[in-house]
């Protein structure tokens, strides 16, 4: 206990004198050391970027270049699965690369990027908004015990979300839509709590299920290999091994 407390003690004194040393010893300016690496690396890359995919503007030409990467990495994938062609890692590579090219290269910046990008746009807001009801709703779930508390975490989660909503409504204009499904959400989650709960024990019941089938199998398995050293070491007849074995085998069927 001791050794631990001196070991905190020396890191918490470490990281306190470390900014102070590294003032004096390292004044070096890291930030426009990296700055200047990143706009060398992109003074690289562009020209090969804007040879392969044609040029654009500001965030389409960055969106032209992430979508032909994702396209290369799918295409390399999925054109390495097939026979034959697949084997050559040359071939592959050619094929997803022209592919990717021509697919990305010649894409209206004003109409079709700016489709392609919605779906992603869409994805991540909705992942983001969901997130944290999703913590929420399985930390009740699994954490707090009975239906009246899960019942009152509810009622106090709800009251919070109106009161943020009431103060930023204003501030968030048309998407408030994100404060009323909320609610929604919160609402439809505390009518109907027991049935939701419900379903998850049923989901930690199935997965007790599943391992103890699994634990059975291995049981069978074990005898059937006993069995078989049995016969051999001519402790049970052939017409005994086979008897026993058909039993198993209609017993590990139905599991």
């Given at each position: 206990?001791?050794?631990?407390?001196?070991?905190?003690?020396?890191?918490?004194?470490?990281?306190?004198?470390?900014?102070?040393?590294?003032?004096?010893?390292?004044?070096?300016?890291?930030?426009?050391?990296?700055?200047?690496?990143?706009e060398?690396?992109?003074?690289?890359?562009?020209?090969?970027?804007?040879a392969?995919?044609?040029?654009?503007?500001?965030?389409?030409?960055?969106?032209?270049?992430l979508?032909f990467l994702?396209l290369?990495f799918?295409?390399?994938?999925?054109?390495?699965?097939?026979?034959?062609?697949?084997d050559?890692?040359?071939?592959?590579?050619i094929?997803?690369?022209?592919?990717?090219?021509?697919?990305?290269?010649y894409?209206?910046e004003?109409?079709?990027i700016?489709?392609?990008?919605?779906?992603?746009?869409?994805?991540?807001?909705?992942?983001?908004?969901?997130?944290p009801?999703?913590?929420?709703?399985?930390?009740?779930h699994?954490?707090?015990?009975g239906?009246?508390?899960?019942?009152?975490?509810?009622?106090?989660?709800?009251?919070?979300f109106?009161?943020?909503?009431?103060?930023?409504?204003?501030?968030?204009?048309?998407?408030?839509?994100?404060?009323?499904?909320?609610?929604?959400?919160v609402?439809?989650?505390?009518?109907?709590?027991?049935?939701?709960?419900?379903?998850?024990?049923?989901?930690?019941?199935?997965r007790?299920?599943?391992?103890?089938?699994e634990?059975?199998r291995?049981?069978?398995?074990?005898?059937?290999?006993?069995?078989?050293?049995?016969?051999?070491r001519?402790?049970?007849?052939?017409?005994?091994?086979?008897?026993?074995v058909?039993?198993?085998?209609?017993?590990?069927?139905?599991l």
């Open positions: 206990m001791n050794k631990k407390r001196g070991l905190a003690l020396g890191l918490i004194i470490i990281l306190s004198v470390l900014p102070l040393v590294s003032a004096q010893i390292l004044p070096y300016d890291w930030g426009s050391t990296f700055r200047q690496a990143i060398n690396v992109e003074d690289i890359l562009t020209p090969i970027f804007e392969l995919l044609g040029t654009g503007s500001g965030e389409y030409f960055f969106a032209k270049v979508l994702l290369f799918v295409i390399f994938t999925v054109v390495g699965k097939i026979p034959n062609l697949g050559n890692a040359a071939v592959v590579f094929i997803a690369t022209v592919v990717s090219i021509l697919s990305i290269r894409l209206p004003d109409t079709f700016l489709a392609l990008m919605l779906p992603y746009s869409t994805m991540g807001m909705a992942i983001a908004v969901f997130l009801f999703l913590i929420y709703f399985f930390f009740v699994t954490s707090v015990p239906t009246f508390g899960r019942r009152i975490a509810w009622i106090v989660f709800g009251i919070v109106l009161f943020l909503w009431i103060v930023r409504g204003a501030e968030l204009g048309s998407a408030n839509w994100v404060y009323a499904a909320g609610v929604g959400a609402f439809i989650s505390f009518l109907f709590d027991s049935s939701v709960h419900r379903y998850f024990q049923y989901a930690g019941l199935s007790a299920v599943s391992k103890e089938k634990r059975i291995r049981d069978i398995k074990r005898e059937m290999f006993q069995l078989a050293e049995d016969w051999k001519g402790i049970i007849s052939k017409s005994e091994y086979n008897s026993a058909k039993d198993l085998k209609r017993k590990y069927k139905s």
